[in-house]
T-cell receptor, first 114, second 118 residues
Framework: NAGVTQTPKFQVLKTGQSMTLQCAQDMNHEYMSWYRQDPGMGLRLIHYSVGAGITDQGEVPNGYNVSRSTTEDFPLRLLSAAPSQTSVYFC?????????????FGNGTRLTVT | AQSVTQPDIHITVSEGASLELRCNYSYGATPYLFWYVQSPGQGLQLLLKYFSGDTLVQGIKGFEAEFKRSQSSFNLRKPSVHWSDAAEYFCAVGAGKMVKAAGNKLTFGGGTRVLVKP
């Protein structure tokens, strides 16, 4: 059982480039989300999805797009990378979209934008 | 909107000593409260959670936390620390509303990094 799988583990981009961070879960979880982790700031919610075909913005959505065409996958797209997007990105899923259902995290993608 | 403060950025403890990590939250009603642990290079793992009822909550790996409404706190404790407890610990708060459409959104504190001395 793989759980939540994120690819790539590391990525370096130049300012203005675009890329997609992949997230896949094999637990048939209804809820998926993306967080970014910055030193001293904890994790901040970027986007989330309560089910296939449904997405919504979190606390820091600017510069990012998401889609949820299947239950398993929830890719995060950076449209035009900026140095401020240098961070560690975590995908998390839970069985239920309702609050309190334990979140399962991937191992993260470390992104550097130069 | 809710917020979470973890006042200690780093804590160093000796192996076998007790550990207490502080967490203060700001929210008008009774929130849902969580502690997660992050080992180096890994994602976060749930240690324990509080929704209602008994204010002392037991979790995995020998951790416990106590909800104190009067102090808006949810401190994490462990009586005897092991070297494998070296990690970063995050307190998180939810709005306390089990509405599916609202999503399982949590607000995280800034984290406390725990170093364990032999």
């Amino acid at each position: 059982n793989a759980g939540v799988t994120q690819t790539p583990k590391f990525q370096v981009l130049k300012t203005g480039q675009s890329m997609t961070l992949q997230c896949a879960q094999d637990m048939n979880h209804e809820y998926m989300s993306w967080y970014r982790q910055d030193p001293g700031m904890g994790l901040r919610l970027i986007h989330y999805s309560v089910g296939a075909g449904i997405t919504d913005q979190g606390e820091v959505p600017n510069g990012y797009n998401v889609s949820r065409s299947t239950t398993e996958d929830f890719p995060l797209r950076l449209l035009s990378a900026a140095p401020s997007q240098t961070s560690v990105y975590f995908c998390a899923s839970s069985y239920s979209p309702a609050e309190g259902s334990p979140l399962h995290f991937g191992n993260g993608t470390r992104l550097t934008v130069t | 909107a809710q917020s979470v403060t973890q006042p200690d950025i780093h804590i160093t403890v000796s192996e076998g000593a007790s550990l207490e990590l502080r967490c203060n939250y700001s929210y008008g009603a009774t929130p849902y409260l969580f502690w997660y642990v992050q080992s180096p290079g890994q994602g976060l793992q749930l240690l324990l959670k509080y929704f209602s009822g008994d204010t002392l909550v037991q979790g995995i790996k020998g951790f416990e936390a106590e909800f104190k409404r009067s102090q808006s706190s949810f401190n994490l404790r462990k009586p005897s620390v092991h070297w494998s407890d070296a990690a970063e610990y995050f307190c998180a708060v939810g709005a306390g509303k089990m509405v599916k459409a609202a999503g399982n959104k949590l607000t995280f504190g800034g984290g406390t990094r725990v170093l364990v001395k032999p």
